[in-house]
Nanobody, 125 residues
Framework: QVQLVESGGGLVQTGGSLTLSCVAS????????MGWFRQAPGKAREFVAR????????YYTDSVKGRFTISRDNAKNTVYLQMNSLKPEDTSVYYC??????????????????WGQGTQVTVSS
């Protein structure tokens, strides 16, 4: 059974930084792509970033390009989301996601994910 546990959320001022972490368990971490999504109140969950199983490919939604960085440490079964230059519109619950399929092609965003419980990020103006 795959388990994802996020941490690192909190309250930060506009322009500040936060790093989210997600520890995965229940299978061989290095064989699967990982991602981050977010959901603001009253809005649908949206894609933020993903990293391929090999770590060689990273992809971002346009609104966070140049500000957020996704990375992974296979030795620690952990994926990170470094968030810089935070804006009030980044306020959301952030969810860690794990691809259900191993070795997914880099150019195809996975459509089936396992989800973490979410961590709140609030950016004050």
């Amino acid at each position: 059974q795959v388990q994802l546990v996020e941490s690192g959320g909190g309250l930060v001022q506009t322009g500040g930084s936060l790093t989210l972490s997600c520890v995965a368990s229940g299978r061989t971490f290095s064989n699967y792509g990982m991602g981050w999504f977010r959901q603001a109140p009253g809005k649908a969950r949206e894609f933020v970033a993903r990293i391929t199983w090999s770590g060689s490919g990273t992809y971002y939604t346009d609104s966070v390009k140049g500000r957020f960085t996704i990375s992974r440490d296979n030795a620690k079964n952990t994926v990170y989301l470094q968030m810089n230059s935070l804006k009030p519109e980044d306020t959301s619950v952030y969810y860690c996601a794990a691809d259900k399929s191993p070795y997914s092609p880099a150019l195809v965003r996975p459509s089936n994910w396992y989800w973490g419980q979410g961590t709140q990020v609030t950016v004050s103006s």
